[in-house]
């Protein structure tokens, strides 16, 4: 299709800490100073996460750095980025993170046909067992994919 998508970051620790039960499209309101960093990919997201407060879907600890070439007029670094949902949307992911243990993690940042956009991922926390058990299929994998490169020579 026409869809050009560029990745800006990703949020790996994410897909190591919760399991992601589902994931969700999402655009992200930003001033104009804020969308030029973004494309520069100055921002920081390690503990960020979503909140839905009075209908509305509020990212919060999404650092987006201040941009180089601008003037006085630039943008507060850390203030919480609202969330472009639909209605139906926002009440089923507050339905769902009602539920005991799930939370909305972002996931991904990416340009889509010009647009700053949002993989926002509802997610459970693993526990450490759980985690060990991650490490151990990724490391059984890499020793798999070794072998293979080896027979292949």
């Known amino acids: 299709m ?3 998508r560029k990745i800006i970051a990703e949020n790996r620790q994410a897909r190591f800490n919760y399991f992601i039960e589902e994931k969700i499209e999402c655009g992200i309101a930003l001033e104009g100073t ?3 960093s973004v494309k520069n990919g100055a921002i920081s997201f390690p503990d960020a996460f979503a909140e839905i407060s009075n209908g509305e879907v509020f990212v919060k600890n999404f650092h987006i750095s201040e941009y180089s070439y601008s003037s006085i007029f630039n943008h507060d670094p850390d203030r919480p980025k609202k969330l472009l949902l639909h209605k139906e949307e926002i009440k ?5 993170t009602e539920e005991k243990g799930f939370t909305l993690i972002p996931l991904d940042f990416y340009l889509k046909n010009g647009r700053v956009k949002m993989t926002l991922g509802l997610c459970k926390g693993k526990k450490q067992y759980d985690k060990r058990e991650t490490i151990k299929e990724r490391d059984i994998n890499r020793e798999i994919q070794r072998e293979f490169r080896k027979s292949m020579e």
């Open 34 to 36: 804020e969308v030029k």
């Open 92 to 96: 089923r992911l507050t339905r769902k």
């Open 2 to 4: 026409g869809e050009d």
